[in-house]
Nanobody, 127 residues
Framework: QVQLVESGGGLVQAGGSLRLSCEAS????????MGWFRQAPGKEREFVAA????????YYVDSVKGRFIISRDNAKSAVYLLINSLKPEDTAVYYC????????????????????WGQGTQVTVSS
């Protein structure tokens, strides 16, 4: 059974940084496309960042470009999201997602391209 567990969220002041982690278990091949999504209060879940199985390609939503960095360590079956220059509008529950190995075409920005999801970690940014 595939499990994704996020950690690293918390309460931080605007301008601060956080590093979110996502550790995967339950599959042997961790070199699969991974993504981070977030859901703010009263809003739909949105794409934040994605990384290819090898780590060679990354994608970001425009609102986080230059502030967020997605990375991975396949040896640890882990994906990370470094969040810098936090803003109050970054407040949300952040979810890690993993794609099935059979998916091709590179990491997607749409939820349906991911097959496994974590429970989320709360990030709250105070002004």
């Amino acid at each position: 059974q595939v499990q994704l567990v996020e950690s690293g969220g918390g309460l931080v002041q605007a301008g601060g940084s956080l590093r979110l982690s996502c550790e995967a278990s339950g599959y042997t091949d961790s070199a699969r496309d991974m993504g981070w999504f977030r859901q703010a209060p009263g809003k739909e879940r949105e794409f934040v960042a994605a990384i290819s199985g090898s780590g060679g390609r990354t994608y970001y939503v425009d609102s986080v470009k230059g502030r967020f960095i997605i990375s991975r360590d396949n040896a640890k079956s882990a994906v990370y999201l470094l969040i810098n220059s936090l803003k109050p509008e970054d407040t949300a529950v952040y979810y890690c997602a993993a794609a099935a190995l059979w998916r091709t075409g590179g990491p997607g920005t749409e939820e349906y391209k991911y097959d496994y999801w974590g429970q989320g970690t709360q990030v709250t940014v105070s002004s």
